[in-house]
Structures are given as C-alpha cells and as structure tokens.
C-alpha cells in the first residue's frame, strides 16, 4: 500500500475524488493534505474522510525543511498537485523525481504558465476561439506546467460558453480521469 500526499490551495474537489477513489480500492492511500491556506476548502474536505491535512505558509514551504519532513514523517511515496498555487522547492522535486504529477485545465503546452490559473485558463481559451479545450496530467519538472505529459483529454468549447461552462465540463474530465491515471502511475513505482 503507497502513501499519497496531495497538495492542494482550493476548493479541493479534484482532492476528494482521488481520496474516496482510493478509499475504495488496495493500491494506495491519501495519507495527507498539504495546503498553504488555512481557510482553503481542501482542508474541510479532508476533514470529512479523516485525512491528516498539515498547513504552512509560502515561505515554509521555500525556506525551511517542514514540508519535506512531513513527507519523510507520513512515509509519503507518490505526490499529487491538485489545484498546488505554489512552486515546489527543488528539494521535493529532487527528492521524488517522476512520482509527481499534476494536472492543469487545458491542453498543454497551450494556456499554461504563469497567470493560467482557474477560470482564467477558460477565459483565454474562449477569448481566443478555439474550438477545443480538455485536461493535461503531467510530470513535473520545477518549470510551471512543463513537465512531460502523461494523458491528455479533450472537451468541445461549445457556442456560448463562460469560463463557468467550460471550467464544469473540465473538471467532470478531471475526476473522470486524474484518480486512474494516478494509479496507473504509482503501479509503475518500483
Ligand atoms: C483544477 O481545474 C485543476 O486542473 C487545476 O486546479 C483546479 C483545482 O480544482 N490545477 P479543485 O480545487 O480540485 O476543485
């Protein structure tokens, strides 16, 4: 059984399918939440399934060793960014290697990088007429959104889309996909 970390600074919804998704099979567990936002959703959420949830401030997080610990501490194997604001220290990334994955809201490399974030990311899809958005689950590599992707799926951008409709029609993809795909990753771990 592998131990999960996801870290995450919202609402947490993507958090919560991959917790009861797991709750439900014998491959791994969430073993804990790390959020750089107390009031932040993720941290009810957790609450709710009994999962250990830890907080720590930006600079914690690139000053100090406390995340890193934590992970050592929870026997953390395999780490899971879910709506993460944050860069990860090289630290982590050196530490753990490809047993980091993340998922952004469009098709990678288009609408990634600094700024696209949330329902900005729809924003600018739909600002820029495409035709076609969808999800990127990637590796990651300490370079914002530019890890090596692992699975990408699409969603039409329909006539008369908001970034509302849009962003709803993705994270139906999100929990569709984002739980199996970090399964499919952690059965690869040696
Ligand atoms: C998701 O759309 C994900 O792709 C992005 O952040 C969002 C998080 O949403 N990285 P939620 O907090 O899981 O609802």
């Excluded at 288009?110 to 974030?117: D, I, L, Q, S, T």
């Excluded at 959104?145 to 970034?163: K, N, S």
């Amino acid at each position: 059984m592998r131990n999960i970390a996801i870290f995450a600074s919202g609402t947490g919804t993507n958090a919560e399918r991959i917790i009861s998704y797991f709750q439900a099979g014998n491959t791994a567990r969430v073993r804990l939440i790390l959020c750089n936002k107390s009031t932040a959703g993720v941290v009810e959420r957790a609450k709710k399934y009994g999962i250990e949830c830890q907080i720590f401030s930006p600079a914690e997080l690139k000053e100090t060793s406390l995340v890193l610990d934590w992970l050592e501490e929870y026997e953390i194997d395999y780490i899971v960014l879910a709506g993460f604001l944050l860069l990860l220290p090289s630290v982590i990334i050196d530490r753990y290697g490809d047993r980091i994955v993340n998922i952004h809201p469009s098709l990678l490399p288009k609408f990634g990088g600094k700024g696209m974030y949330g329902e900005r990311v729809h924003a600018a899809v739909i600002e820029a007429g495409e035709s076609r958005s969808g999800i990127t689950i990637h590796h990651v590599n300490g370079q914002l959104d530019e890890g090596a992707v692992i699975f990408q799926a699409e969603v039409p951008v329909l006539p008369g889309d908001t970034p509302e409709t849009l962003a709803a029609r993705i994270h139906e993809l999100e929990y569709t996909h984002y739980p199996r795909i970090i399964e499919q990753e952690i059965l690869k771990i040696q």
